[in-house]
């Protein structure tokens, strides 16, 4: 039972996620929400079928609020529970992990302070999700050479070092294996990318360091981005990356990009797919945007 003077909310926390020293903020967070009229019911991500039931408890009951204080997989894991739902509570984000690339595509710092402050201004706004079959991603979904390196990264080593760990497997990657099996991505009737050794899926353009291969844009509701890269010598590669990053001319056709709404992709059987960093197995390779299917505690000025 809800009392008018209060805020009911879930609280769902990944010990585990990110560098250690963010957790010792986690006491400061739960006090403040409380302070801010909310009752917190906190549940944790180690014990995962009593994370999914309160999640389910709390879309279904109507709470005012669930929050998560954790990373992109994390955030992840939550969204397969929380956009099947037909009642979804406004979702406040906390970055305890590596890269946090959706709590800076919202608008949210990893300074502690700030992600509070964001709570405490009330300020929410409506977003776009995406869905591949039956799952479900905020960030970036993508397969094909590469694309396994958020999750097979060394946890330890992230704990440690961070981003950097990313980079230094990417590294390996890119110089030490093979590229995958070629996809193809059918856009519309008239638009296929084949001969694909990776692609990418992103929610707005601010994903590592990819938002420098992307123009900014202002009318991206409804859309996502297609990064799609064609099998090519990986040195050529690597130079033309590098061009872009770089915003050097560059007509290279390796690269394409384009805004999508949907889409259906040819993807082997023997490529995973990877949704804001998780892996996963799906039989459906079909594609769309979801739009304003969430709404989120933002900073005002994102």
């Not at 969204?79 to 979804?88: F, G, H, K, S, Y």
């Amino acid at each position: 039972m809800k009392h008018t003077s209060e805020k009911q909310a879930l609280m769902i926390y990944n010990p585990f996620s990110g560098q250690r020293k963010i957790h010792k903020n986690f006491p400061k967070i739960t006090t403040k929400l409380r302070e801010l009229g909310y009752a917190l019911f906190i549940q944790k991500v180690t014990e995962r079928e009593k994370a999914d039931l309160a999640l389910k408890n709390a879309c279904s009951n109507k709470w005012d609020a669930i929050f998560i204080a954790g990373g992109d997989g994390t955030i992840n894991n939550c969204l397969q529970i929380i956009a099947e739902e037909e009642n979804r509570p406004q979702i406040g984000i906390f970055p305890f992990g590596t890269s946090n690339e959706f709590a800076q595509y919202i608008g949210v710092s990893s300074n502690i302070n700030h992600a509070l402050s964001v709570i405490e201004t009330n300020y929410t706004k409506p977003i776009d999700i995406g869905k591949f079959g039956s799952q479900y991603f905020v960030n970036i979904a993508s397969a094909g050479w590469l694309s396994d390196i958020t999750y097979k990264t060394s946890p330890l080593l992230k704990s440690y070092i961070g981003e950097w760990a990313y980079v230094l497997y990417f590294l390996k990657t890119f110089f030490m294996t093979k590229q995958s099996t070629p996809i193809t991505v059918n856009v519309s009737t008239d638009e296929v990318h084949s001969d694909l050794s990776l692609f990418l899926i992103m929610n707005g353009n601010a994903v590592g360091p990819f938002e420098r291969l992307i123009k900014s844009s202002t009318n991206d509701n409804g859309y996502f981005h297609l990064l799609a890269c064609k099998k090519t010598n990986r040195i050529l590669l690597f130079v033309i990356l590098l061009a872009k990053l770089c915003h050097l001319s560059n007509n290279s056709t390796i690269i394409r990009h384009t805004k999508i709404q949907s889409g259906h992709f040819s993807i082997p059987d023997s490529i995973a797919l990877n949704l804001d960093g998780e892996k996963y197995q799906v039989q459906d390779f079909q594609f769309k945007v979801l739009p304003q299917h969430l709404h989120v505690f933002s900073s005002r000025q994102n």
